[in-house]
């Protein structure tokens, strides 16, 4: 007889099997708000399951190393010269235009982007090596069994 993962008492009956081990149905709550997850989904942050909505509430923002705005749940974005950026800030630091052939080349500071013909510098990165990824993809989102 399989025993709960929280309350380590034995599981007779209905049950559900979540994050690799199984779980009496009240027991698998919610992180956050302590609700049952029931039958739904949830997310999984710092091996801790989450609904969506108290994922949103208590991860950190993330802000564009251009911009300073926060880079939103469904954002695309990459990561270079040690941040994160919203692809349509990803330009040029000198002359603010894109990367057309995708290579890109760190300032003086090794902060902020720059085209080979605005300054000579030592490659870096290239942007289709830096791949674009959606905020969603820090956590993992997984239905209940």
């Known amino acids: 007889m399989p025993e709960c993962s929280r309350c380590n008492q034995d599981i007779q009956g209905g049950h ?8 009496h149905t009240d027991c698998f709550t919610c992180a956050v708000c302590s609700t049952p ?3 739904g989904t949830f997310v ?6 989450m609904h969506q909505q108290c994922y949103d509430k208590v991860r950190e923002p993330v802000c564009c190393r251009a911009c300073c705005q926060e880079i939103l749940r469904g954002d695309i974005y990459l990561e270079a010269l040690g941040g994160m950026w919203h692809v349509s ?4 630091a000198r002359c603010g235009k894109d990367f057309v052939d995708g290579k890109y080349f760190a ?3 090794n902060t902020h982007p720059i085209h ?3 300054e000579q ?3 870096v990165g290239h942007v289709a090596a830096a791949s674009a990824i959606t905020v969603e993809e820090d956590h993992a989102q997984r239905s209940v069994s």
């Open 16 to 23: 559900v099997e979540a994050l690799g081990r199984p779980w």
């Open 37 to 39: 997850f029931g039958q």
């Open 44 to 49: 999984v942050h710092n091996k801790k399951p």
């Open 89 to 92: 800030c990803f330009k040029c």
């Open 107 to 109: 300032d003086d500071t």
């Open 116 to 118: 080979d013909s605005c």
């Open 121 to 123: 510098h030592t490659v």
